[in-house]
């Protein structure tokens, strides 16, 4: 299918949910999170029937992402229904890999193709603050067991305040190449604020070529994340929502002043 200003748009990215295990200081604050009511949380069959629209629609491309996608119960499931639907040519998760390393194995089996990890610093104390929870050696052997298991090619996500040539993604940098990851370098941004700016190593943040509908984690269709606009599919169906969202799609990003990154979907 094609927006408008005749982009083709053929990747849909689903958040599953808005809780997360940790608490990134750039994306969720650390107490007082406005959390979505599990009753408003869209539910795995509303999920796939989204999909399997959106494949009659165009959509070829799947990524699951939250929130942190895998502290949602049966997420293996979800992923073994998405991935029987014919059409689907590129199906990835992205995640913050602490659990990934209990999870790796069985979301192979259920058809996942690859994963996305974030990974900001190697040094475990930076790693603890930027996220207040989390620990850095479960994501390096969440990282490894994603290997082991065949989700390849493992992209690393590194958020970067000003430069890739930070002693910290220098550092992430050096440890992916030795581990034969990819990585790929994300501008901290503020949504709010309308800043935001292109991926180093990857297509987010260029209006020009974006190819993206959002699916946010209580049924929106959202044509883009630096907007606030959103087309509910409870209320106006899947086919109108996603067409209303295709046909409102903006020429380019501007701010986002109802949400963020882990209520939207990163
Ligand atoms: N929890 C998973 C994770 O961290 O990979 C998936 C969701 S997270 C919202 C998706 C991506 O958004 C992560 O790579 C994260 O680093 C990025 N992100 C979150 N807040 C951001 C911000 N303010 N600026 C740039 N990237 C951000
Ligand atoms: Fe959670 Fe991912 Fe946001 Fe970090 S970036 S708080 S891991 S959703």
Excluded: W
């Amino acid at each position: 299918m094609y927006d408008k200003y005749n982009r083709r748009i053929n990747y849909l990215r689903i958040s599953v949910t808005d809780r997360c295990n940790l608490r990134c200081t750039y994306c969720m604050p650390e107490s007082g999170i406005q959390l979505m009511d599990h009753a408003d949380i869209i539910t795995y069959e509303e999920i796939v029937e989204v999909v399997q629209k959106s494949v009659q629609m165009g959509i070829d491309k799947i990524r699951i992402t939250g929130g942190e996608p895998l502290v949602r119960k049966g997420i293996v499931d979800l992923v073994a229904m998405i991935s029987k639907i014919q059409g689907v040519k590129d199906f990835g998760l992205s995640t913050n890999g602490i659990t990934l390393k209990k999870h790796a194995k069985a979301l192979k089996q259920a058809g996942l193709q690859r994963v996305n990890v974030s990974l900001d610093t190697l040094d475990p104390e930076k790693y603890h603050q930027i996220t207040r929870l989390g620990h850095v050696e479960d994501v390096l052997e969440g990282i490894a067991e994603a290997q082991r298991a065949g989700l390849n090619p493992v992209k690393i996500n590194c958020v970067i305040k000003k430069s890739s040539q930070e002693p910290d993604a220098l550092e992430v940098a050096a440890y992916c190449k030795k581990n034969n990851l990819q990585i790929r370098f994300i501008h901290q941004m503020e949504l709010n604020m309308g800043h935001f700016s292109v991926v180093e190593g990857g297509d987010g943040g260029d209006c020009k070529i974006c190819n993206r509908l959002r699916l946010t984690a209580d049924g929106k269709i959202k044509p883009c994340l630096f907007s606030n606009l959103e087309y509910n599919i409870r209320e106006l169906g899947i086919e109108e929502a996603i067409n209303q969202a295709l046909n409102h799609k903006p020429k380019c990003g501007t701010a986002n002043t109802k949400g963020s990154f882990y209520n939207i979907g990163g």
